[in-house]
């Protein structure tokens, strides 16, 4: 007998036959048949794994001897990446894990890890970009790809503003800038970097155009 690899296929399988752990046994009188205790293999056999062969002669007498047959997977998992689309929390934050990748990924023998390289997006992410991810199978076995995450902020900014007085200029004129209302009006209540809001600069004329007299 030798001992022998076996290479799990695509759906983590493999077959062994006799004659594969058959290392030239022989009989004076011949080999009626030769025989081993296991055929199949699965991804639950991955590793090492004791067959025994019986090799039985014309007349009925038989001998028994093991070997090792190590399962391998080599077949790294099959990734089918999808674009997925994020809003961003009150915090002006989202966060991603495994779970939201774990129909992305196909593998006979089962995906232990998905490590995407990125997980929290903040305002400055807004858009879209690509994250690249790490498929890890039971058997080590890698595959990455990389996704398209689009990140939205859909949550209108909070609105501070506060009253002030304007001087007339000697032209009977005062000019007023967004931001000289602006009381700390945030993109997200409590975020520690919230998104900017936009603020256009509008310029109040009073009414007329003659100076005051």
């Known amino acids: 007998m030798r001992d022998i690899s076996l290479e799990l296929d695509d759906q983590g399988k493999a077959s062994l036959m006799a004659a594969e752990l058959d290392d030239g046994s022989t009989d004076n009188c011949g ?25 039985t002669d014309v007349n009925g007498n038989y001998s028994q001897a093991e070997a090792i047959v190590r399962i391998e997977d080599k077949t790294a998992p099959l990734v089918h990446p999808e674009d997925i689309r994020l809003e961003l929390d009150s915090e002006g934050v989202v966060v991603i894990g495994p779970s939201q990748f774990s129909n992305m990924a196909d593998d006979a023998c089962g995906i232990a890890e998905i490590n ?20 890890s199978d039971n058997n080590g076995n890698i595959s990455s790809e990389m996704v398209n995450i689009t990140i939205h902020d859909e949550i209108p900014p909070e609105v501070h503003a506060k009253n ?22 945030t993109r997200a209540r409590g975020g520690s970097e919230p998104c900017r809001h936009r603020s256009r600069a509008r310029t109040r004329r009073p009414r007329g155009s003659r100076p005051c007299g």
Do not use: H, W, Y
């Open 31 to 55: 080999i009626k048949d030769i025989r081993i205790d296991r055929t199949e293999f699965s991804c639950e056999d991955a590793g090492e794994n004791t067959v025994v062969m019986t090799v």
């Open 116 to 135: 995407p390289e990125k997980t929290m997006f903040t305002c400055t992410d807004i858009g879209e970009s690509q994250v690249k991810l790490n498929f």
């Open 164 to 185: 002030i007085s304007l001087s007339l200029n000697s032209e009977g004129k005062a000019f007023l800038k967004a931001s000289d209302v602006d009381d700390g009006s």
